[in-house]
């Protein structure tokens, strides 16, 4: 059985930075497409990031040079660290394996 286990999210200041962390079990994440999304109030989920089973990795736009998406293999993870945070980046993150699995959401709010 696959789980994923996110955690990470918080309140932050905007320019401020933060980590998200979704740590798997029942699957290894080598050589598998790995991502983040996000959804904010009212909105559909959008897609944030990922990495592909060669290390590759590709952002949304607005995130560009402000995130970075990491496989963490001694923990079986998949890392978002966020930096230069900004109030339109208030959301809920969700990881999502090989495009099947997903966790469970992790809530992130930036604002003053």
């Known amino acids: 059985q696959v789980q994923l286990v996110e955690s990470g999210g918080g309140l932050v200041q905007p320019g401020g930075s933060l980590r998200l962390s979704c740590i798997v079990s029942g699957v290894r994440l080598s050589n598998l497409v790995l991502g983040w999304y996000r959804q904010a109030p009212g909105k559909e989920r959008e897609w944030v990031a990922h990495?592909?089973?060669?290390?590759?990795?590709n952002y949304e736009d607005s995130v560009q040079g402000r995130f970075t998406i990491a496989r963490d293999n001694a923990q079986n993870a998949v890392i978002l660290q966020m930096n230069s945070l900004k109030p339109e980046d208030t959301a809920v993150y969700y990881c999502?394996?090989?495009?099947?699995?997903w966790g469970q959401g992790t809530q992130v709010t930036v604002t003053s």
């Open positions: 999502n394996i090989g495009g099947r699995w």
């Open positions: 990495m592909g089973g060669n290390g590759d990795t």
